[in-house]
């Protein structure tokens, strides 16, 4: 953490007002490293870490800079994933709290392109999307940037590896060369570089060290077999009772291979991979992080850009072939100060990559010894919270408030037994405390919100 405060900047004072509200009191080091040359309009390429507080960074820069009178897309922000940018929404939303009037809008992947449109037709100060996406707005001449003064390419490197390198090139060519640009990357290939010389004007280059505050354990036991691998799984589950476990593996078949074995030892567990639809797929992530789910099973490809923080444990099933996505798969543990555990496998035919990783980390790896199964509780565990789906969301005016009102009205419960409240447009996800699900569920079904009956389904373990 800095020294700087917020309040030494150039800040309006509503979002100053609204960052003491929300608990911003010291910068973090991309924060206190970046903002200020933000807030000085300046172009900024900065090299960060995921968890590292950067969202904050541009988000004040664009809400510093907006005329919420003039309804037209002045902040366009460019994230790899849809989870991404729904993130990034959430965030920017939140520190809008002390401007009235903000119009925030996300246009991704996997949601009704039309309605995106409609969106859009109606007005909005900032648009926070996938590459592939706005590329098709633009040229349907739907998402016009002729009044843009900030220009943001979030996880730029993430974006690359995915594939969006043309989708890039072509939104370039629609962005008015009047505006400011920030681009954010955990590396900086030359591809990265190639992008920045063709946007940017005269960037100041700037790189944060140890950005995330991270206090990670990490573990590596050498196995003979994959039995050995999930016999490890489970131990470690059972002596150290995470809360949230991450398991990456570097294959479908593995991912769908080792939920099921996790699921057989009795705990929560769910699979993340390329095959699943996007419905599927942002349901499992809300159980995830709402803390309805254990354990998460993800390949890299299907977890990129996906900000899940403050896990207890991560666990990789396999080593990673490349040492950047190693450090990736690490960083989602330990933050923020917090002491993070890892745990790897590998066989002794992936010495080179032991090799590899050793240098790369500078630390010495030995074989370790997975814990003693002496007095540890032999019975599996369930999460703490359950999640209820709604059928009903944004388009209906749900607000959070809402669901958190009838749940805690007359005979329901307890605020503080309620977790986190998901809207999409036709559809919610609520978390409560796993002891009052009934009595939650009940509630929902039974009580009119808003004047209305919605029907409501408990997500089964």
Known sequence: ?????????????????????LGYM???????????????????????????????????????????????????VLCPTRELADQVAAEL????????????ITVCGGASTRSQITSLEHGAHVVIGT?????????????????????????????????????????????????????????????IASIANRVMQQPIMLKIEGTNDAVIEQNFYRVKANHERLAGIELLMLVHRPERVLIFCNTKADVKA???????????????????EQKDRDQTLIRFINKSTTVLVATDVAARGLDIDDLDMVINYHIASDTEVHLHRIGRTGRAGKQGAVHSFYA?????????????????????????????????YKPPMMTIRLSGGKKEKLRAGDVLGALTSENGIHGQQVG?????????YVAVNREVATVALNKLRHDKIKGKTFKAWLLKD
């Open 258 to 276: 080792v939920t099921q074995a996790v699921l057989d030892f009795g705990f929560n567990a769910l699979a993340l991979h390329g095959d699943l």
């Open 348 to 380: 002794a035919k992936e010495s080179y990559k032991m090799q590899r990783l050793s240098e790369f980390l500078g630390i010495q790896i030995s074989n370790q010894q997975l814990p003693q199964t002496a007095g540890y509780q032999s019975k599996p």
């Open 26 to 76: 010291q910068m973090t080091a991309v924060q206190a490293t970046a903002l200020p040359e933000v807030l000085a309009g300046k172009d900024v390429i900065t090299q960060a870490k995921t968890g590292s507080g950067k969202t904050a960074v541009f988000g004040l820069g664009i809400l510093n800079k907006l005329d919420v009178s003039a309804l037209n897309v002045q902040s366009l």
């Open 93 to 104: 939303r939140r520190l809008a709290r002390g401007i009235p009037n903000v119009k925030i």
């Open 131 to 191: 590459p592939g996406r706005v590329k098709d707005l633009l040229d349907r001449g739907a998402l016009l940037l002729d009044a843009l003064k900030l220009f943001v390419l979030d996880e730029a490197d993430r974006m690359l590896d995915m594939g969006f390198q043309d989708a890039l090139d072509e939104i370039i060519a629609f962005i008015p060369m009047q505006q400011q640009t920030l681009l954010f990357s955990a590396t900086y290939p030359v591809t």
């Open 1 to 21: 953490m800095s020294d700087l405060s917020f309040f030494d900047l150039p800040i309006k004072p509503a979002l100053l007002n609204n960052l003491e509200s």
């Open 420 to 428: 986190k409240i998901t809207l999409f447009d036709y559809c919610a």
